[in-house]
């Protein structure tokens, strides 16, 4: 788990709409990534390190957005082509589309991870009823639509996360009861042969920096719900894919 990252309940929050982030900007990014999501979007090397600054993982540079045997769909290149434009901001922004934050009001406490996680799948044309402030609402989501999936990330996934390896275990074998022990999600950037690229919302950097819009990865060959990811410091708890992805 990054530090200070621990999934925060705010029970009353509303739920994001549709029609609140509905843009001209959203309109020419998801037109712009649909052109391009046969091709590569290039992402700089990074290194992510542990609490106490050593480096986990450090994927290569040049990871692409998908594979060329295999592209991002226009809605997964429109996701990642948001979510990677958000690097460094907070949760106040300003975003890149019309200046606003990431969630449903300004100024929330706590973690935010789901917050942007579903304005950036909504931002690019995907529905998000029955997600809020929650990583959890995400695992829900993904029972209730039928696009959870324990392995094989596709680029604009939800990566959904838990703090242990039984909640993690539990989530892959369906038998998660308590979704709030979900407490992390990230978005799906890049999957290459030996690199799986989240960004994050409300993500430190191992050192005590500011919660920002931040990469991390874990390794393709442990990338099957259960795994540990020591890029992240939490057990991967699977993935969901939007619907329409």
């Known amino acids: 788990m990054a530090p200070r990252h621990t999934e925060v309940l705010h029970p009353g929050r509303r739920e994001l709409s549709l029609s609140a982030l509905r843009s001209p900007?959203?309109?020419v990014v998801i037109a712009f990534a649909a052109c391009v999501a046969a091709?590569?979007?290039q992402l700089p090397g990074a290194a992510f390190a542990n609490g106490g600054g050593q480096t986990q993982f450090q994927p290569l540079a040049g990871v692409t957005v998908g594979d060329p045997a295999d592209p991002p769909t226009p809605m997964g290149a429109a996701i990642a082509t948001l979510a990677l434009a958000q690097l460094g901001r907070g949760l106040n922004g300003p975003n890149t589309l019309d200046g606003r934050?990431?969630?449903d009001s300004s100024a929330l406490p706590g973690a935010w991870?789901?917050?942007f996680a579903a304005w950036t799948w909504a931002s690019s044309g995907a529905p998000i009823g029955g997600l809020d402030g929650w990583a959890g609402s995400f695992f829900a989501y993904g029972v209730q639509h039928g696009s959870y999936h324990a392995s094989g990330p596709r680029v604009g996934d939800a990566a959904v996360f838990a703090l242990s390896a039984p909640v993690a275990s539990a989530a892959a074998s369906g038998t998660l009861a308590q979704t709030h022990a979900i407490s992390h999600v990230g978005i799906v950037v890049a999957v290459s042969p030996t690199?799986?690229?989240i960004v994050n919302g409300d993500w430190g950097d191992g050192r005590g920096g500011?919660?920002?819009v931040r990469l991390s990865a874990f390794t393709a060959g442990q990338s099957h719900a259960g795994d540990y990811a020591p890029g992240m410091r939490q057990y991967i708890a699977g993935y969901v894919d939007p619907v329409g992805l």
């Open 195 to 197: 690199a799986i690229t």
């Open 101 to 103: 934050d990431f969630a």
């Open 113 to 115: 991870c789901a917050e």
């Open 39 to 41: 091709f590569f979007v």
């Open 210 to 212: 500011a919660q920002l």
């Open 25 to 27: 900007a959203r309109a």
